[in-house]
């Protein structure tokens, strides 16, 4: 394993490359990519990669790139792509197939805000759209975690207890062109860690249906199915844990990661890069005698409420901070895990950093302070960050 100076994008298509090749024995690796700021450098690598066995395939739009994975994966390759915002938007009629389809297509999103008017920075809003489409959703605070998911979400969506798509989440330019050290592993640890796919039912050698038309009662099993492998998720993901430090010697983080939470008499709830942020304000904060803490949601789909109910245990202020608005009601992220604290509880929304605003460990410090001064939460607070 190698230590390279990478941008997030980089580290996505050097993980596809790797678990593309790792599939050499089996039926290889298939990718559809159309370029789309900012994760098209991510494309650019993976198109120069040297893949046995693998075709990187151009198409003229985000809609054709998915469906270029669905044929793959049908077929029984490994499959990748990648795309960001107004790109994911067009691309999601095939999102929805890919995943009803129960095909294990991994993709990584470049989280950008959703346009007119254009924007080019980071927002969440893009994926969190998707958020009922059926995919694994997991969000990513650095590069090297970029590069490890990727190669777990392979291992998670191809594991027969699953079949799912996945979806890793990195923000624009906060990480998809940020440089940074990153581990890089053999092709031979990749070869340790992740099997050749042996997808059931796929076309090969005998005559099948994919997709036509079916009755009510046939769809409600399928998304029964469907449902219950979510609810798989978080026992599989142990086991790709457990894999993953055998073989790479470091253990992927937990669906949802603490910081001198145990006890804090306010924690502050968030995902992606603003964690680390958070994490920052958080030592300030104990320096000053302050008992701040922190959450960070790493899994989003299947969405970890038993986890999240366990952390806010004993915990009377929480405040949840969203880079995205579901306009008309307020953060996604706090829409669903305020229901999840002990009554009396004060939960309170606050959406910062909304198409790429800095988020600076004073906001954290400040939005701390105003959620402790609450005796009842209000309306989510929507925050100026600044540019």
């Known amino acids: 394993m190698s230590g390279q100076l990478l941008s997030a994008n980089h580290a996505a298509a050097i993980g596809a490359a790797l678990a593309g090749r790792a599939n050499r024995t089996g039926r290889g690796f298939v990718s559809g990519v159309y370029p789309i700021t900012p994760s098209t450098e991510c494309m650019e690598l993976l198109c120069n990669q040297e893949i046995e066995k693998g075709h990187v395939v151009r198409v003229e739009s985000e809609h ?11 077929g029984g390759a490994r499959t990748f792509t990648t795309s960001s915002s107004n790109g994911l938007a067009f691309m ?9 389809l129960r095909l ?6 470049a989280n950008r805000t959703l346009g007119p008017p254009w924007n ?28 490890d998911t990727v190669l777990c979400a392979f291992r998670l969506a191809e594991d027969r207890r699953i079949l799912l798509p996945a979806l890793v989440c990195q923000e624009a330019f906060v990480l998809s062109h ?33 997709g036509g038309l079916t009755v009510p009662q046939t769809t409600e099993v399928h998304r029964a199915q469907h449902h219950q492998a979510m609810g798989r998720f978080f026992e599989v993901y142990r086991e790709v844990q457990d894999a993953f430090e055998a073989v790479f010697g470091r253990r992927p983080a937990d669906p949802v990661v603490p910081y001198r939470a145990d006890d804090a008499d306010v924690l502050v709830v968030s995902m992606g890069t603003i964690g680390s942020t958070v994490e920052r304000a958080v030592d300030v904060a104990r320096e000053k005698g302050i008992r701040l803490g922190a959450l960070r949601v790493r899994t989003f789909r299947p969405f970890p409420a038993e986890l999240l109910a366990a952390a806010f245990r004993g915990r009377p202020r929480i405040a949840v901070i969203d880079r995205n608005v579901s306009l008309g009601f307020g953060g996604v992220l706090w829409g669903e895990a305020r229901g999840l604290a ?46």
């Open 64 to 74: 054709s790139a998915m469906a270029v994975c669905i044929g793959g994966a049908a």
């Open 92 to 100: 999601a009629e095939n999102v929805v197939a890919a995943a009803l």
């Open 104 to 109: 294990p297509v991994v993709m990584v999103a």
């Open 120 to 147: 080019i920075w980071a927002d969440h809003g893009d994926t969190l759209m998707l958020r009922d489409t059926g995919w694994i959703q997991m969000y990513c605070a650095d590069n090297q975690e970029v590069l």
């Open 178 to 210: 940020t440089m940074a050290r990153t581990h890089v592993p053999t092709q031979d640890e990749v070869d340790r860690f992740l099997p050749p796919l042996d997808l059931p039912g796929r076309l090969v050698g005998t005559a099948r249906i994919v």
């Open 342 to 387: 002990d009554p009396g509880a004060v939960v309170q929304g606050y959406m910062i950093g909304i198409g790429g605003g800095d988020v600076r460990p004073e906001h954290v410090l400040a939005l701390a302070e105003d959620v402790a001064s609450r005796q009842a939460a209000g309306a989510p607070v929507l925050m100026e960050a600044g540019a």
